[in-house]
């Protein structure tokens, strides 16, 4: 069975993609005021795990809404 931080890794890793789509966590007030509504988000830091992210991978329900569509 793989870690946590693995799986983490793993997902990243299948969703690189989005990575480069989507504005960082820590940068997000920047540019909008919009709340964030459950869609894809990473953080830049290393050290920050997105608990919606390691809830589902935890419980083997690793299916975040991915949606890159404008608002």
């Given at each position: 069975m793989?870690?946590?931080?693995?799986?983490?890794?793993?997902?990243?890793?299948?969703?690189?993609?989005?990575?480069?789509?989507?504005?960082?966590e820590?940068?997000r007030?920047?540019?909008t005021?919009?709340k964030w509504?459950?869609?894809?988000?990473?953080?830049?830091?290393?050290?920050?795990?997105?608990?919606?992210?390691?809830?589902?991978l935890?419980?083997?329900?690793?299916?975040?809404?991915?949606?890159?569509?404008?608002r």
């Amino acid at each position: 069975m793989r870690t946590l931080k693995e799986q983490l890794d793993q997902f990243e890793t299948d969703h690189g993609l989005l990575r480069l789509l989507t504005i960082p966590e820590e940068d997000r007030s920047l540019y909008t005021s919009a709340k964030w509504d459950g869609e894809y988000r990473w953080f830049r830091s290393p050290n920050v795990v997105c608990l919606e992210k390691a809830r589902c991978l935890k419980s083997g329900t690793a299916r975040l809404r991915h949606s890159i569509s404008a608002r």
